[in-house]
């Protein structure tokens, strides 16, 4: 067997390393969807399981998966440094982790589990993961619409008095993020909490609706709204709705609820 010319191994080395998307001291996006799907995995875990209320419970719950991965905590940092300057990259990582999610929830379906139960795995008697919709939303001077939605319908899980948290993580936002989530009642009146995310804005933002115990809730709804971009795009990343079995509002909020009747 003929060996290579050590000129064409050099040439070959460069060309691999030509094509690759990431610096050597950075895991290759495939691998850092697999990460990230399994870290998503563990802080739906850490929200909606009374095992782990304790910060450094959460923070031992990450460390053993990222060690499952080989990465230590500050060579996570980096890979959120890196893959938050590379935009595009950080895009093909996200919708290949949505794929991995989705590829598990598909698995769990065909042995006999629901979408409803899936959502609900890590769920205890406090707490369950309601959001079904994109976990990102990408806003571009081409959009055609500046606002997101989302709806829910009352079904046999709600209960009055529950909190209901929206939660967000903005990536490089180039603008303000305004939010409002409503609740609307069966005897006409609609109750809503909406505040304003500064353009510079870091980490996870989250907005709280408490609803009230005295009335029965029938139907869950907001928006996440930006001004219109004169160019380039923003995103909007780590989007969840968790539901809490509550009965207190001492939870700061810091935004004010409003009541109103529309009949």
């Not at 399981?49 to 980096?78: N, Y």
Request: hydrophobic share 40%.
């Amino acid at each position: 067997m003929r060996k290579m010319p050590v000129y064409m191994a050099i040439l070959a080395a460069a060309f691999l390393a030509a094509c690759s998307k990431t610096p050597s001291y950075v895991i290759a996006p495939d691998e850092m969807a697999l990460l990230m799907a399994d870290i998503h995995t563990g802080e739906a875990v850490a929200d909606n399981s009374g095992s782990f209320r304790s910060d450094s419970l959460r923070q031992m719950l990450k460390q053993s998966i990222l060690a499952r991965h080989g990465v230590s905590s500050e060579t996570f940092d980096t890979l959120l440094y890196w893959y938050g300057r590379h935009v595009d990259v950080y895009m093909e990582v996200n919708e290949k982790t949505i794929d991995i999610l989705q590829n598990r929830l598909t698995e769990a379906e065909k042995i006999g589990a629901t979408e409803a139960n899936v959502r609900l795995i890590y769920t205890d008697s406090d707490s369950a993961v309601v959001w079904s919709s994109p976990s990102m939303i990408r806003f571009s001077a081409r959009s055609p619409m500046y606002t997101s939605t989302f709806n829910l319908r009352s079904d046999r899980g709600w209960e009055r008095g529950d909190a209901y948290t929206l939660s967000l993580r903005p990536v490089k936002p180039v603008a303000p993020i305004s939010a409002v989530v409503a609740v609307s009642y069966d005897d006409g009146s609609v109750e809503y909490v909406d505040t304003t995310f500064p353009s510079d804005a870091e980490g996870l933002q989250q907005l709280t609706l408490y609803l009230d115990s005295t009335r029965v809730a029938r139907q869950i709804y907001g928006a996440l709204t930006v001004p219109r971009l004169e160019s380039g795009a923003m995103y909007v990343d780590s989007i969840s709705l968790l539901r809490t079995r509550t009965r207190s509002r001492a939870l700061y909020n810091g935004a004010s609820q409003h009541r109103v009747s529309l009949r």
